[in-house]
């Protein structure tokens, strides 16, 4: 079974640094991985996503994620947090081959303060 | 614009009495899921469908039914609510069900309380 640790229910940063959200993973075979994130009273939304190629991959609103397939990881990062990048993120894995339900992780609160 | 819908917003009920909530997109996707939110779980999925008259249970299914006689419509039917079924319910869709590398598009979300 596949299977999403997101091992930080809060991360805070400040205005200005660059920030950091860890994901790490567990599936068969090879991966499609996700970021979504959540603005308070909202829907998810999607920020970006892996399916092949290059590891580094760059998303909405500045985001980007870094494939690891050695370390299992997916770690989402932006050089320079907003006050409004504040919401909840979810990473998110299903295989890759065929059709498979999306698994997300628990999900991290990113707190930027002024 | 493309988007999906859910109603009601805001449910509250009380134990037993069954309801229903409306999902739908306007983005003729063919697939459709249903997950809950609960604080510390994250998104659990509750049923899916790859198309029309095509559903299959999620990871928590257990008191939920589902049925999707049209592409664009998906409701989530509860013929029993009870309190443990109190939560943040979300739809989505995305564009094919051939494969799983397609992004989801989420409604804004339902909030049921059972009483």
């Known amino acids: 079974a596949q299977s999403v640790a997101q091992p930080e229910d809060q991360v805070n940063v400040a205005e200005g640094n660059p920030l950091t959200v860890k994901c790490t993973y567990s599936v068969s075979g090879n991966p499609y991985l996700f970021w979504y994130v959540q603005y308070p009273n909202r829907g998810l939304q999607f920020l970006l996503k892996?399916?092949?190629?290059?590891?580094l991959v760059k998303g909405s609103y500045g985001f980007e994620a870094e494939f690891n397939k050695s370390q299992t990881s997916f770690h989402l990062k932006k050089p320079s947090a907003l006050v409004s990048d504040s919401a909840l993120y979810f990473c998110a894995v299903t295989p890759q081959g065929g059709y498979s339900t999306l698994t997300f992780g628990k999900g991290t609160m990113l707190l930027v303060s002024p | 614009e493309a988007q999906v819908t859910q109603n009601p917003r805001y449910l509250i009920t009380v134990t037993g009495k069954k309801l229903t909530v409306t999902c739908s997109q306007n983005?003729?996707?063919?697939?459709m899921s249903w997950y809950r939110q609960d604080p510390g779980l994250g998104l659990r999925q509750i049923y899916y469908s790859m198309n029309v008259e095509v559903t299959d249970k999620g990871d928590v299914p257990e008191g939920y039914k589902v049925s999707r006689k049209e592409k664009r419509n998906f409701p989530l039917i509860l013929e029993s609510p009870s309190p443990n079924q109190t939560s943040l319910y979300f739809c989505a869709s995305s564009l094919e069900s051939r494969s799983s590398y397609n992004e989801q598009f989420f409604g804004p979300g339902t909030r049921l309380t059972v009483l």
């Open positions: 983005m003729n996707h063919e697939y």
């Open positions: 892996y399916i092949t190629g290059d590891n």
